[in-house]
């Protein structure tokens, strides 16, 4: 009976995961419909309103779940943390960027590509989706691939497995054409995941998220 309930609880684990995961990939879809009709102002804040409200519902979800599972004590924001984090995130995404170039001809990912394309097109969604990228999104997928999925399957002190399918799971959330694509989002998520289990806090993972976000997004806008 024991062997059946815990079955049963992990499906339930996995299930609780792939809604999370298809949850996040629905605000950009309201932005892209947007983009769809610059000109139908009222159609865009309708959009926009129910983006918002959206990554309101998946935030406060993914809350509650990571404050139910969290097994980790928690601690102050490490700004020496992120800063190091980021200068490895910085040194790794040029590496797979240089390899992308080189095996695929591709000097961007699919995954960049798609965001430039929602950019510009309709002003409101762009300022909206633009705010939301160096915001909402490092703290929805921080909740959601740090925070819930390492707390979910694994116990306190299994470091490097909650690292690496923290890694796998975040890459497959963000669209890759080939497998240098992949990598360089497994890459990105295992960092966080890395600076997230040896703080025990998301604020750190979050902040190093938040940071990456804030440098890709104006390189786009080309601020």
Known sequence: MSKLANIFNFIYRVGIMLILFLLIQLPPVAISIANRHPNNFWLTILLVAIFLMMFAFIIGWARRLYQQYNQLNGGRLRIGLVVLGYFVLVIGMAFFGQLNALLFHQTQTANNQAIAQMLNHNQLATVVFAISACTLTPVAEELIFRGVLTNLFFKPNWFWPKVVLSGLVFSCAHISTNIISFLTYCFM???????????????????????????????????
Request: net charge positive.
């Open 189 to 223: 998520g295992m960092v966080l995941a890395y600076v997230y289990c040896r703080s025990g806090s998301l604020k750190n993972s979050i902040a190093l998220h938040a940071l990456n976000n804030i440098v890709a997004m104006a390189a786009l806008l080309k601020i």
